[in-house]
């Protein structure tokens, strides 16, 4: 690609790959073979370009994904001092039961880092993948949490009341998610044919539903609790012509990978430092469609 770079005010979010494994073989996760050989990982490589990132967008989204972050404190901890405080910060995680790290180690990090944390979203899917931690460690988090259900193929829908009122006494929102890789610019905004929307819609409360040119989010309620159905496109960028005649290349994710290499897509596209220095701002095209999204 060699358009110009646009993004939404405030930059691209930057998603980082923690350079070390998780023990979990989720059968959705695309990640998993990046983590085969752990050789030329570099934790210092990573921090120099959190480092490089917080210095052309210091108002960005920070995420922190993997592998499974809390599977080295130390390393994370390490990784998120090098974030200021201008950024919002999500970790996603599976919150697991570790040998290394006990339940109270990994709520300690939870209460050192509360005010640095935005977010932990926590990986809970109806059919269970990993060794999870029980349900009341997630609820002694000392940070905002969510959790994150993927809804993956032949999922037991009749389960889906059961699963939502495992959450009710902590009052965690849960966020259901399709299989991003089997998304497209056809589907993001298809209702009819969608099974997952219409099991929701069945089951729960509509509000609203809100989205942009990358992804969106239908939103229900049940019982007070706030629940959303999270679409996206596997990639991070669209070429598309502005209202200026100007092509450019529409950023909403950079990628800073294991060894500390910044890519501006998923596919190992890399990113055009100096490119994106001279980034053109636009405001955030996120807005709501229909209905009351106002949680």
């Not at 709520?107 to 935005?118: G, H, Q, S």
């Not at 998610?177 to 997952?196: G, M, Q």
């Not at 890399?270 to 209905?291: A, C, K, M, Q, W």
């Amino acid at each position: 690609m060699s358009h110009p770079y646009k993004t939404r005010t405030g930059g691209a979010t930057v998603t980082v790959f923690v350079p070390y494994d998780c023990r979990n073989n989720c059968p959705f996760c695309v990640n998993k073979r990046e983590y085969a050989d752990c050789s030329g990982f570099s934790l210092p490589g990573i921090v120099q370009s959190i480092r490089t990132m917080d210095a052309i967008t210091p108002r960005c989204d920070v995420v922190f994904t993997g592998g499974e972050p809390l599977a080295d404190l130390a390393s994370l901890q390490t990784m998120l001092d090098a974030v200021p405080a201008t950024h919002k910060v999500y970790i996603n995680t599976t919150f697991p039961l570790q040998s290394h790290a006990d339940a109270d180690e990994m709520l300690a990090f939870t209460e050192r880092n509360r005010e640095k944390i935005t977010c932990m979203n926590i990986s809970r899917h109806l059919q269970r993948y990993v060794e999870e931690s029980p349900d009341e460690i997630i609820g002694r988090i000392a940070c905002p949490t969510r959790i994150n259900c993927v809804l993956y193929r032949h999922y037991p829908a009749q389960k889906l009341y059961e699963y939502v009122e495992r959450f009710l006494p902590y009052g965690i929102p849960v966020q259901f998610r399709y299989d991003y890789t089997e998304t497209t610019p056809e589907n993001l905004y298809e209702e009819e044919n969608d099974r997952i929307l219409q099991d929701l819609r069945r089951l729960f409360t509509y509000r609203g539903l809100d989205g942009c040119r990358m992804r969106n989010g239908f939103h229900f309620s049940y019982k007070g609790l706030h629940l959303t159905y999270h679409k996206t496109l596997p990639y991070s960028t669209i070429t598309e012509t502005g209202p200026d005649g100007v092509t450019y290349d529409v950023l909403y994710d950079i990628i800073i990978k294991q060894n500390g290499e910044i890519h501006s897509d998923w596919d190992g596209t890399p990113l055009d430092l100096e490119r994106y220095r001279r980034v053109t701002f636009e405001p955030y095209d996120l807005h709501v469609i229909d209905g009351t999204v106002a949680f």
